[in-house]
């Protein structure tokens, strides 16, 4: 979704959606706590936060619509891809889900990537953690990990960037120390971009 003439803008502890064709704020929300960073990703805001006392980093999600606040946790995420239902966040070779509409644990499982950090797909309906040498499947409501193998045309094992047209893989930017970017890094205030981003998050 792109939204003309609509720009995010983060002030200390408050957020605020502004129009700059008519110069008016169309929603202002106090979070609370200290703002370090913002990711909008469709119709979905990511505000990374910050205690008073710089103790506890949080993750708040909103809507871009409203403002309206969908939940707050006690959690920065690396590696993260949204679903209709889910947030996965993908650190290591641990991968947790989050109910989108609350933030509530869903299931954390540790994957049997030893020594790589995998990689987090989702292709068509399923969701894949892959690598160079193994591509496992992922039940969504449960957890469990099957092995197989590439969807049809596809080679994973091959694949360094995946970046699906529907589901957002928002904050897998590849750094030379770890592999990973933030949700919510301060360089990503504002604009009118839908907030697609791409990359992976190591590899053999």
């Known amino acids: 979704m792109k939204t003309t003439n609509n720009i995010l803008l983060a002030e200390k502890m408050s957020l605020s959606r502004f129009d700059t064709l008519t110069s008016k704020i169309i929603w202002a929300v106090d979070l609370e706590k200290m703002i370090t960073g913002i990711t909008r990703i469709d119709h979905l805001i990511f505000v990374t936060n910050i205690s008073k006392w710089g103790i506890g980093q949080y993750t708040s999600l909103l809507k871009f ?3 309206e606040i969908l939940w707050r946790i006690k959690k920065v995420f690396t590696s993260v891809l949204i679903t209709d239902q889910y947030v996965f966040s993908l650190k290591g070779s641990k991968l947790e889900a989050l109910s989108l509409k609350t933030g509530k644990e869903h299931f954390i499982i540790h994957t049997t990537f030893n020594w790589t950090t995998p990689k987090l797909a989702l ?4 969701l894949y953690l892959y690598s160079k040498k193994k591509i496992l ?4 409501k449960n957890g469990q990990l099957m092995e197989v193998t590439s969807p049809k045309g596809l080679n994973l094992q091959n694949t360094n960037c995946l970046l699906d047209e529907f589901q ?5 930017i590849t750094t030379s120390d770890s592999g990973v970017g933030f949700v919510g890094d301060v360089s990503g ?6 907030g697609d981003g791409g990359g992976d998050g190591g590899g053999e």
């Open 123 to 126: 292709i068509g309906e399923k």
């Open 65 to 67: 619509d409203t403002g």
């Open 189 to 194: 205030v504002g604009g009118d971009s839908g």
């Open 137 to 140: 499947e992922v039940n969504q």
């Open 168 to 172: 957002m893989n928002i904050n897998t």
